[in-house]
């Protein structure tokens, strides 16, 4: 119940296109839904983040959908840029314990 | 602010052997929590600490532990050091004030146990 299903494992978009990678979670009790972004030798970097009273939150080019009946939620990514490619991780918290539960993560690349 | 520090940032040790990583939260964030992330397993939670006290931990054994001290520095300590323990140690700070729960992540930690 504490995992959050995280998928594709992998993607390749070309410059200019929609990015979507998507979560799943079973524990009612998340109530804050962060993305990450991870570049090699880096600590993942806050992105966006969203919470379950929210059906979507933008920022820039980012965008996540939530849809709280169907315990999902999707990392889009408008324009994709070939400095987006990354690892992406979606995550969950229940803001009660601090303790993030990590998808597997995303690779993504962006092609030229 | 200066972002998330954590010292030092590569490490190689001998199996048996023991470790402390270290870790300054950003200025005016209470909360440190460490995470182990490693290709197979993924990022994993290791412990939360507030104000000094180890609030919440997940999964490890006992040889993970750590500590926090009153200026919100936190340090990790792994003893009896195993081949599996070879990852990379990130440490992420919040305010945790109740609204703000955001949690920022340092470079991390790589430690190689040979």
């Known amino acids: 119940q504490q995992q959050v299903k995280q998928s594709p494992q992998s993607l390749i978009v070309q410059k200019g296109g929609i990015s979507i990678i998507n979560c799943a979670y079973e524990n009612t009790a998340f109530d804050y839904f962060p993305w990450y972004q991870q570049f090699p030798g880096k600590g993942p970097a806050l992105l966006i983040a969203i919470r379950p009273d929210v059906s979507e939150k933008k920022e820039g080019r980012f965008t996540i959908s939530f849809n709280k009946s169907a315990k999902q939620f999707s990392l889009h990514i408008m324009d994709s840029q070939p400095g987006d490619s990354a690892t992406y991780f979606c995550a969950a918290v229940n803001t009660g314990f601090q303790k993030l539960v990590f998808g597997t993560g995303t690779r993504l690349l962006v092609s030229p | 602010k200066a972002g998330v520090t954590q010292t030092p940032r590569y490490l190689i040790k001998t199996r048996g052997q023991q470790v402390t990583l270290s870790c300054s939260p950003i200025s005016g964030h209470r909360s440190v929590s460490w995470y182990q992330q490693t290709p197979g397993q993924g990022l994993q939670f290791l412990f939360e600490?507030?104000?000094?006290?180890?609030?919440n931990k997940g999964n490890f054994p006992g040889r993970f532990s750590g500590r926090q001290f009153s200026n919100s520095r936190s340090e990790m300590n792994v003893s009896t050091l195993e081949l599996g323990d070879s990852a990379l140690y990130l440490c992420?700070?919040?305010?945790?004030?109740?609204?703000?729960?955001?949690?920022?992540f340092g470079p991390g930690t790589r430690l190689t146990v040979t």
């Open positions: 600490y507030f104000s000094e006290t180890q609030r």
């Open positions: 992420a700070s919040s305010s945790w004030d109740g609204s703000d729960v955001e949690q920022y």
